[in-house]
């Protein structure tokens, strides 16, 4: 099992450089931040740019992974997109892992644009991932697709398509069909429950789903990514509770968890003594 923790984007880098540093330090196999304009848990925050911080992170990191948790269509465009991911995959040299998901509010309507109802969001995700990738993998691309369209974007250089994992976030089960047919792992948050037993089964529903699919499609070796803190209990709550996580997303055949820096204050609030105690003695007994 690898774990990876996320640094929200409401610190300067003055505050954040350390935690980052320190992740590496601590062991943890890839780090993560969230791409909003505004973030609606804490949407009276000052926020930052998720790109600029990551490509600060792999100016100062030299193992632990890096990644965007998760970029959506809102308020970006697959071309121009693929010119920051290009460039960052250059500066972290292939550290750089891609979280895509539908995205939600109030992002949505930052832009002025109208509010899409979920299936619609789910058509532009899905070929928002599809006009991303062609960018990241051949040279001279035009589209005409029903939300993007693109004339003769180059790539000077050769594909890099395989230097970034495109990682799908779903929680639906037409998304993680998607995500098992045309991603390279899938991320999942799980559904809003009231207890945590509620919640890991229904993220069990959604890896009956995952299997099947991949089953069909003859696919192995498929990375699965969970978020702990989506669920009722902060996985930094106790090193009891962490195991106990850890262990039943183990069960479900979960390569990969992410919890949170621990924060003061809601969201995230946990101790960091919990944190430290889980970093000496190692994560898991991977």
Do not use: K
């Amino acid at each position: 099992m690898r774990v990876g923790i996320c640094i929200l984007a409401d610190l300067t880098w003055a505050e954040s450089r350390p935690l980052w540093l320190r992740a590496e330090e601590m062991g943890f196999d890839h780090a993560w931040t969230y791409d909003h304009l505004v973030w609606g848990g804490l949407p009276d925050s000052r926020w930052f740019s998720c790109m600029p911080i990551l490509s600060a992170a792999a100016a100062v990191t030299t193992r632990i992974d890096l990644g965007a948790f998760v970029v959506s269509p809102n308020f970006r465009h697959p071309v121009p997109f693929s010119r920051e991911v290009q460039t960052l995959i250059d500066i972290s040299d292939g550290r750089f892992l891609l979280g895509l998901g539908a995205g939600g509010t109030p992002d949505d309507t930052i832009l002025d644009a109208d509010r899409l109802p979920p299936r619609q969001r789910v058509d532009r995700l899905q070929e928002f991932t599809r006009l991303l990738g062609r960018t990241l993998d051949e040279d001279h691309v035009s589209a005409d697709g029903e939300y993007y369209r693109a004339r003769d974007m180059r790539l000077v250089g050769g594909s890099v398509r395989r230097r970034v994992p495109l990682l799908l976030a779903g929680n639906g089960p037409r998304s993680v069909r998607f995500a098992a047919r045309h991603g390279d792992g899938w991320v999942t948050t799980g559904a809003p429950s009231d207890s945590l037993d509620d919640w890991f089964a229904g993220i069990a529903r959604s890896c009956a789903v995952l299997e099947d699919t991949l089953s069909e499609a003859r696919r192995t070796d498929f990375p699965r990514y969970l978020s702990l803190d989506s669920s009722p209990r902060a996985g930094l709550e106790s090193v009891a509770l962490f195991d106990d996580m850890v262990g039943r997303a183990r069960e479900l055949g979960f390569t990969d968890v992410i919890i949170h820096w621990p924060r003061p204050e809601a969201p995230y609030r946990a101790s960091p003594h919990v944190l430290e105690e889980l970093a000496a003695r190692g994560f898991t007994d991977r």
